[in-house]
């Protein structure tokens, strides 16, 4: 695609249930990215794909969130038994080049909050 | 303590005039520094990178420098538009796939 594409870019949801969110980065690029960004806070790392593998998931707050990539493309970000403390806006990235040379690209992000 | 600390957090100027926009940053050794700026509800979108050998980069009415030394940057915005009105973000690589984000400084452009 011409950018990266995130859904929904909105969700609302209950305590206690499962969302996922989906990034779709720009065809071709096969680095991919998972930021989180809070009210009145820088973004935070969450994981890094190259490919399909996920070299650095240190980021993940909690066995709660998982995240896989299939086809070297399309991304799912899972948060399992949501908490209140989980209401952000989760920022996907993809770059063509490592991030010591290459540019970053976002999408739109997906706004969650839990009720 | 966050990595990249911005300055001011939030200002106010009037539509034509120019405001520079601090970053102080502890990330060391790095490899290259960005600015972003994000419109709200948006994503973040690329302004300037800089590698630790350039002192300063421009985009349009915007120039950001660079001094690797005092491990300073700086974000200027010339003869300042409505749409200028947004989050800009600081961002230190670390690495070849980790980035150190700034809170960002939110700038308000008034008619």
């Known amino acids: 695609g011409a950018g990266v594409s995130q859904s929904p870019s909105n969700k609302v949801t209950e305590k206690g249930k499962d969302v996922e969110l989906r990034c779709d980065p720009i065809?071709?690029?096969?680095?991919l990215y998972w930021y989180r960004q809070s009210l009145g806070q820088g973004l935070e790392f969450l994981i890094y794909?190259?490919?399909?593998?996920?070299?650095?998931k240190s980021g993940l707050p909690s066995d709660r969130f998982s995240a896989e990539r299939t086809g070297g493309s399309v991304s799912t970000l899972t948060i399992q038994r949501t908490q209140q403390e989980d209401s952000a806006v989760y920022l996907c990235a993809s770059s063509l080049l490592a991030l010591n040379t290459g540019e970053l690209f976002f999408g739109e992000g997906s706004r969650l909050t839990v009720l | 303590k966050n990595q990249v600390e911005q300055s001011p957090q939030s200002l106010i100027i009037l539509e034509g005039k120019n405001c520079t926009l601090q970053?102080?940053?502890?990330?060391?050794?790095?490899?290259?520094l960005r600015w972003y700026k994000q419109d709200t509800g948006r994503g973040p979108v690329s302004l300037t990178i800089?590698?630790?050998?350039?002192n300063t980069k421009s985009n349009g009415r915007y120039t950001a420098t660079l001094d690797a030394d005092t491990k300073q940057s700086s974000l200027h915005i010339t003869a300042s538009q409505l749409s200028d009105s947004a989050s800009y973000i600081c961002v230190v690589s670390v690495d070849d796939y980790k980035l150190s984000f700034g809170a960002g400084t939110t700038v308000t452009v008034r008619a």
């Open positions: 794909f190259q490919g399909n593998s996920a070299p650095d």
């Open positions: 970053c102080n940053y502890t990330v060391s050794p790095f490899s290259n």
């Open positions: 065809s071709g690029h096969t680095a």
């Open positions: 800089m590698t630790f050998s350039e």
